[in-house]
T-cell receptor, first 112, second 115 residues
């Protein structure tokens, strides 16, 4: 079964709105990563948040991490049509193994 | 990412055939991974390698084998292809020599169909 489970599975918003997607995981982690996948293409790394961090920003991306709840959220502000993609969280199968488990993804559609 | 290439990009084969998917990288990374993705799902780890002499099984290694011919090359073989191995296959790399050891760089994928 997948370590990371994203929620919602699909999200459709208007351009300019914010998009929030969530990830839950099961084991202790050193870090959690978010990736983007455009349709049928390879994944692109977006951001990594370490277990001792609670929030991290990169451009229009904001990631939070709550290790007590084993959950993370990715917020994309002022969304654009080009943000249309699937977004995946990834964690290590167990801390320090560098063996990654990806969630099932959130399919985001931004309508122009 | 053009630095990680996969060949072929598309492949149609028949049940029982042995096929090889190849991955090459010019990033100089030491770590390489093979994943499969089924429609609408996340990635599942098949095999991974931390250097030329290191091979490790992932979540779903049954029916697959790998070869790390050089630091830059990591091949995935399906010994006897079956229809439920129809999927999108991705190679990825990462570099243990930098502070971004966890960041993976993905190839464009190989779409495999087993009839």
């Amino acid at each position: 079964s997948q370590q990371g489970e994203e929620d919602p599975q699909a999200l459709s918003i208007q351009e300019g709105e914010n998009a929030t997607m969530n990830c839950s995981y099961k084991t202790s982690i050193n870090n959690l990563q978010w990736y983007r996948q455009n349709s049928g293409r390879g994944l692109v790394h977006l951001i990594l948040i370490r277990s001792n961090e609670r929030e991290k920003h990169s451009g229009r991306l904001r990631v939070t991490l709550d290790t007590s709840k084993k959950s993370s959220s990715l917020l994309i502000t002022a969304s654009r049509a080009a943000d249309t993609a699937s977004y995946f969280c990834a964690t290590e199968a167990s801390a320090g193994t560098y063996k990654y488990i990806f969630g099932t993804g959130t399919r985001l559609k931004v309508l122009a | 990412d053009a630095d990680v290439t996969q060949t072929p990009r598309n492949r149609i084969t028949k049940t029982g055939k042995r096929i090889m998917l190849e991955c090459s990288q010019t990033k100089g990374h030491d770590r390489m991974y093979w994943y499969r993705q089924d429609p609408g799902l996340g990635l599942q780890l098949i095999y991974y390698s931390f250097d030329v002499k290191d091979i490790n099984k992932g979540e779903i290694s049954d029916g697959y084998s790998v070869s790390r011919q050089a630091q830059a090359k990591f091949s995935l073989s399906l010994e006897s292809a079956i229809p439920n191995q129809t999927a999108l296959y991705f190679c990825a790399t990462s570099d243990s020599g930098t502070g971004k050891i966890n960041e993976q760089f993905f190839g464009p994928g190989t779409r495999l169909t087993v009839l």
